[in-house]
């Protein structure tokens, strides 16, 4: 028995071909990617803690940017301020912002060389966004912190 070619067949081949080339559109780029190295500063913040972290975290020194310990740069700069904390005030039904006892805000700005395409900014195997949690560790200090800048 001869089968004959039928207008249903022809879409079936159309939407089989139009899958094909959208799923190769959207592989090219992540084969042909060409990674731009790059040294990239960002800056973390490590909220509410004490002093003594801050006195820890020098200039110069190696920081760990990951848990495998394989990712990392150079701390360029440290300085802490006053932690502030948003409490109710009852008297007034009020909120307001009061300092909390002993606790600093940690800002580190951090110098890695990372990779750069149009879709991340990575530190070896470590995204760099800003909002996102990082790891940042070093001769004696282990704390994490939110990146809330990139200058590249």
Do not use: H
């Amino acid at each position: 028995m001869k089968k004959k070619w039928t207008i249903i067949d022809t879409i079936i081949v159309l939407i089989i071909a139009a899958a094909a080339v959208i799923g190769c559109m959207k592989l090219m780029p992540s084969l042909g990617s060409n990674d731009e190295k790059s040294t990239v500063e960002f800056t973390v913040l490590i909220q509410n803690k004490e002093q003594a972290l801050a006195d820890a975290i020098t200039p110069g020194a190696k920081a760990t940017l990951s848990l495998t310990e394989k990712d990392g740069g150079i701390i360029k700069d440290v300085r802490s301020e006053v932690s502030k904390q948003m409490t109710f005030n009852s008297i007034d039904g009020t909120y307001e912002n009061v300092e909390a006892d002993s606790k600093v805000d940690i800002y580190v700005t951090v110098e890695a060389e990372c990779s750069i395409t149009d879709k991340y900014i990575k530190t070896g195997d470590t995204a760099i966004k800003v909002g996102a949690e990082i790891p940042v560790r070093g001769q004696g200090f282990a704390t994490s912190g939110f990146v809330i800048e990139i200058n590249d």
